[in-house]
């Protein structure tokens, strides 16, 4: 019997997805529960448009993670920071400081857990960056600090 399953049942599937269970186990088990629901043209016709739906919102995200890759492959951002003697920082910029300026700079909103410092920036200079905006989708960028 056929069967969309409102929640994940463990070793048939997640909520959401059509699966083939066995007649006992659906009458008995998965309707009763409310794990499932019987297939039908309607709720077929639901599952196709949330997976279309959900098919958009991925693609969406990907346009928008390669517009802003493109927007942001080789910029410079520039963090200010107080050094010392020799333009040694007092601490060091972080990839949360890095994010905060990226946002106020060029409007796009990155977490600072996708970017990836090369090394520690605890001088004045410039530093190579790397921004994972989506699966498969990155832009390299330089930091520049300075007062």
């Known amino acids: 019997m056929k069967v969309i399953l409102k929640q994940d049942v463990k070793g048939l599937g ?15 088990y998965l309707l009763p529960r409310g794990l499932a629901g019987a297939v039908t043209a309607q709720t077929m016709t639901e599952l196709k448009n949330r997976e279309a739906a959900e098919k958009h919102r991925v693609e969406a995200e990907t346009q928008a993670a390669r517009d802003a890759a493109a927007l942001l492959e080789g910029k410079t951002v520039r963090v200010t920071a107080k050094a010392g003697q020799g333009g040694k920082l007092f601490g060091s910029v972080t990839a949360k400081e890095v994010a905060e300026q990226l946002n106020k700079q060029y409007g796009i909103e990155v977490d600072k857990r996708k970017l990836s410092l090369e090394e520690d920036i605890k001088h004045y200079g410039s530093y190579p960056a ?7 989708i990155s832009a390299q960028i330089f930091v520049m600090v300075g007062e």
Do not use: C, E, F, P
Request: charged content about 20%.
């Open 14 to 28: 997640k909520a959401g997805q059509m699966v083939n269970a066995s007649d006992g186990y659906a009458r008995n």
């Open 130 to 136: 790397k921004i994972q905006l989506h699966s498969g």
